[in-house]
Every structure is written in C-alpha cells, then in structure tokens.
T-cell receptor
Framework: DGGITQSPKYLFRKEGQNVTLSCEQN?????MYWYRQDPGQGLRLIYY???????QKGDIAEGYSVSREKKESFPLTVTSAQKNPTAFYLC????????????FGQGTRLTVV | KNEVEQSPQNLTAQEGEFITINCSYSVGISALHWLQQHPGGGIVSLFMLSSGKKKHGRLIATINIQEKHSSLHITASHPRDSAVYIC?????????????FGTGTRLTIIP
C-alpha cells in the first residue's frame, strides 16, 4: 500500500544538538511539505519541495534545513539555531489528479531538553 | 486575519447529537480537505472536495465555492469521534499550490 512514513514518532535531544527528522513516501508524489504544530495552534509551513533537487522556504524556515535528493525522501534538520524547537512536526505529500491529493505522516514529537 | 477560519474552536456535545463544523476561506482554491487529528497527533484526510457534497458513513462534507464556505457534519455522534477536525485548502497559485490549514475545531463527545 502507498503511504507516507515519518520516523521516529518521539524524539528527545539535548539543547544545541542538530536533529534530523525522516519523511519517506512511496506515492510517487512530486510535492512534499514540512509543518510545525505548537499546542493550541494551527499547522505552520516550514519548507516545501515541488520537485526533486528544489525546495522553498515556508513561513517559519529560520533554524531549519531540508534536502530533496530523491523523490521519495524529504528529511528535515532542526538546527541549533532554532530557538524553540520543541514541537510536533508533520510531513505531507501532495500529488494525484490536479495535485490536490494529500497524504500525511503520523508526525514526530520533538522534545529538546 | 487567517486565510482559513474555522468555527467553533471548541465543541462539546452529547453522544447522538448532530455535529456541524464550519470552514470559511478568503482565497481562491483548487480543493479543500477535511482532516481528523487524534490525540496521538497523526492526521488522516477524511474528505477532499472541489465542489458539491461527499458522504462517508456518518460523515458528510459540503462546499459552496461561490460563498467560500465548507461544512463538516457528523450524524449520530459517538465518543470515538472526539478529535481535532482541521480544514485545509489548496490555494490557487499558478502551479505552485500550497496547503493552508485552519486552526482546527476540538470536538468532544460525551457518553
């Protein structure tokens, strides 16, 4: 079955360390997205990629980096420059007819201590 | 002002009640998703709409493109329906469509 997989589900890191969140899809979707969700708030766009080897900053890209070397994979690195990294991170992929079919990962809850 | 507004923000109802959650948007869209997020955080797409109405089990979703409004209805609500329901739209942006989310409606169904 096609789908999108995020790992790990829970992640703990010490302050000042970089950490990379994984997102893989086997849906043959061109577009992939990373969002951040804070308690009581909506999902905010960090980075997105419409095609391999290309990506754009979203609304809250500072302190994050991404790569898109393969169509299936869109890893997100939370760098030490991100001032408040503890949050829920969600990956999504978009494709299908008219590019309106959206699938979502299960999310990664990152806690920085 | 958010481009996607949902109401109500929180909704508590008794089991069996008919539930309506509303979504209004202010931008041109190519499609709208209704999503369900359970306490663990994972999100599932319930419906994708570009016009009209869709039904799946006890869930019904409608969209009025002219009024820029969509509703999600739950008939015969059950405690397992308790979740956050999120409206998300694909903004038309000349081939660079992005998903934009509402802030969600937290639904609690009391037995």
């Amino acid at each position: 079955d096609g789908g999108i997989t995020q790992s790990p589900k829970y992640l703990f890191r010490k302050e000042g360390q970089n950490v990379t969140l994984s997102c893989e899809q086997n849906l043959n979707h061109d577009a992939m997205y990373w969002y951040r969700q804070d308690p009581g708030q909506g999902l905010r766009l960090i980075y997105y990629s419409q095609i391999v080897n290309d990506f754009q900053k979203g609304d809250i890209a500072e302190g994050y980096s991404v790569s898109r070397e393969k169509k299936e994979s869109f890893p997100l690195t939370v760098t030490s420059a991100q001032k408040n990294p503890t949050a829920f991170y969600l990956c999504a992929s978009v494709g299908g007819r008219m590019n309106t079919e959206a699938f979502f990962g299960q999310g990664t809850r990152l806690t920085v201590v | 002002k958010n481009e996607v507004e949902q109401s109500p923000q929180n909704l508590t109802a008794q089991e069996g009640e008919f539930i309506t959650i509303n979504c209004s948007y202010s931008v041109g869209i190519s499609a709208l998703h209704w999503l369900q997020q359970h306490p663990g955080g994972g999100i599932v797409s319930l419906f994708m709409l570009s016009s009209g109405k869709k039904k799946h089990g006890r869930l019904i979703a409608t969209i009025n493109i002219q009024e820029k409004h969509s509703s999600l209805h739950i008939t015969a609500s059950h405690p397992r329906d308790s979740a956050v329901y999120i409206c998300a739209v694909f903004k038309v942006n000349f081939g660079n469509e992005k998903l934009t989310f509402g802030t969600g409606t937290r639904l609690t169904i009391i037995p």
